[in-house]
């Protein structure tokens, strides 16, 4: 890739080449070392009593599969009439959307797997007109769909039938920062990547970076608990939100919207709507403490031959680097030719069976660079790597950042694509893949697997020439069990929104989803938020 700072470092053994920071080349004899897998075949058991549980839970058929047909029976809450509209149009004026062309797009989710058939869209600015909105609907038991970017995977931000839409995209004012303290306070719909542009005039940046920054919105990023590319280094949003302004479903205002790093007078209530997926209430206003923006960013992109080389290079990445370590992504082979093929993305490096993306960010270039030479210089001679490539200047490192970003945006010009989100032990992640691939054999058109390996999180996507039942019957529940026999999360970061819900035990005990019941019923007791998303369709 032409500007990428390069020095070739040449080795004895038939190994490719690797671009280092390095001005001086180093050279090393070394034996070939044949690293075998300690990865077991999956041994899941028919009759294992938890499966069994899992299996009796969610018996009941198609409505298992993610698309609206799927979706249980609507529940009883009352249509929009003539009247409705008049209050709507009231504390609305010229943001009450009838128009069906207008509102078409946002019963839509963006894979374009899930449609419902709102007839209303309302735009509110304030935080009072959300609280009228939701007082209002309260009283008549009229079902809300909170919706911000609409660029969720699992069906949780649009519509299942006809639930009125509240759209929290012109909520989008920043409303304060303390540049001393690096505390940000904003308005639930600004875009991501705005708040972004925002703070870097500043010298910070966001905590969070997500390959759908310039649409997603923050106050959907915290209702769906969104993990994202810096996670390794600044940790989940239930640790960076200090606070938020939430309006519950019969339209009180909860003001929890603090600016303080340490508060522990009582119970810690805004943790209940981080990842709660709009079921609890509706977020309007966010408070989240920003890191300083690191005055030297570099990025690598190296490739390995086997996953077991991947994970020892995390480990070594991770002792080697410390504190400038700020993301470790991966892709598989089956990535880049997705990316080649449809996105025209050319392969920076040479062809290998995995590619890793690091990121270091840190206050000192000299340093940094020092420390990514030792690093990359080990990783070369352990011969844990085959080929890499190093960026510095902001151009060339969104270009390789583009080889993981848009790996999503590839899979969708490969045909259907069943997603699936799942947090693992690092040491299982790519397990799943391997498995994933013999189980389904030829009936899938191609099983890619990328993700955070900082996080223990894969991304495992299914394609199709088209929807196809008996293929989804292949996947599910086995993807489901694979994963709770090895104690991982069914929903690392995507929430479980309509697609998943009914999943929900394979991750956790009944008795937490049923206190999970009981808080959604403290809350809204009429169900009047983002019905049939997030609990199970049993939950009683």
Known sequence: MAGMIKTTVRLKTPLRHLYFVSTAPSTAKMSLVVLQSHFRPFLG???????????????????????????????????????????????LPGRTITDPDLVESCNVDWLKSVRGSAEVLLRPQTTEEVSQILSYCNRRNLAVNPQGGNTGLVGGSVPVYDEIILSTSLMNNILSFDNISGILTCQAGCVLENLSLYLEDRDYIMPLDLGAKGSCQIGGNVATNAGGLRLLRYGSLHGTVLGLEVVLADGRVLDCLAT?????????LKQLFIGSEGTLGVITAVSILCPRK????????????????????????????????????????????????????????????????????????????????????????????????????????????????????????????????????????????????QH????????VGYGHVGDGNLHLNISSPAKDPALLAAIEPFVYEWTAKFQGSISAEHGLGLKKRNYIYYSKPSQAVTLMGNIKSMLDPKGILNPYKTLPDNLA
């Open 260 to 268: 303080l790093r340490k508060d522990n007078t009582g119970y810690d």
């Open 440 to 447: 389904l054999g030829s009936r899938a058109k191609s099983v």
């Open 294 to 437: 690191p005055r030297s960013v570099n990025v690598v992109f190296l490739g390995c031959e086997t996953f077991e080389q991947l994970l020892k290079t995390f480990q070594l990445c991770r002792g080697m680097l410390g504190e400038i370590l700020s993301a470790f992504e991966f892709l598989d082979s089956e990535c880049m030719r997705l990316l080649n093929t449809h996105l025209k993305l050319p392969n920076p490096i040479s062809d290998c069976p995995f590619y890793i993306v690091i990121e270091t960010s840190g206050s000192d270039t000299d340093h940094d660079a020092q420390k990514l030479h030792n690093f990359l210089e080990e990783a070369m001679t352990s011969l844990l790597v085959t080929d890499g490539t190093v960026a510095t200047e902001d151009a060339k490192i969104k270009a390789l950042w583009s080889m993981r970003e848009r790996v999503t945006e590839a899979l969708t010009h490969d045909g259907f694509i069943y997603k699936y989100d799942i947090s693992l032990p690092v040491e299982r992640i790519y397990q799943l893949v391997t498995d994933m691939r």
């Open 45 to 91: 058991s028919s009759t294992s009593p938890f499966l069994s549980t899992c299996r009796k839970l969610h018996a009941g058929g198609d409505r298992h599969k993610s698309s609206p047909d799927a979706a249980p029976q609507r529940l009883p809450f009352s249509k929009v009439t003539e009247e409705d509209l008049e209050f709507f149009k009231k504390i």
